[in-house]
């Protein structure tokens, strides 16, 4: 029942996850019925502070920690996009026949560049935010922990076209999400993660 009233709260009004403290326990663990994956894209908005190599999305499997990971270095990487204490709109994008992976800052994309290809992501997904996974669901630590909000997360099995990032970027008409639907999220929260409402800077 108090999942079920969750749900209801993330679909009715425009929220947001907050991960208030550096800690290696306080998660948000999210949830689907698609497990077979050879084509992903996800977007989110995340706000920080934080200067030092934090995870932003953590996918693991029983087979890989990191089957699909989004990690902001410290300050001083070539994502000189990203902004601090702003909404950041991130998206990234991975398709297993070529390899090719892509990420976007704010509607903005970075170079196209391989990393693996060959294998679908088939295994059971344990999908996090606000921590690194480094083994299926856990192992986490606490200098790459997340500290800020994150809001509007969705994941499709497929590659977003440029021109669909660029309206998600833009807080415009978007396909939304059909792994993972902010809109109709299931999510489960362990430790000091706090749902509220998504902060603006204009009213």
Known sequence: MALWLLLLMLASLVKMFTFPEATNTAHTKLLTTKQDLSVVTVCLRSF?????GHAIFSLATSLASNDFLIFKLDASDLFDLWQLNTWNAICSTWDATSGIIQLWVNGKPSSRKFVSSGFNISEPMSIVLGQEQDSYGGEFDINQSFIGM???VHMWDYTMSSCEIQKYSDELSFTLGNVL???ALDFQI???VLIEDKQYRYC
């Open 48 to 52: 920080t502070d934080l200067r030092r």
């Open 150 to 152: 994150i809001s509007d």
């Open 181 to 183: 639907n902010w809109n």
């Open 190 to 192: 362990t430790g000091r």
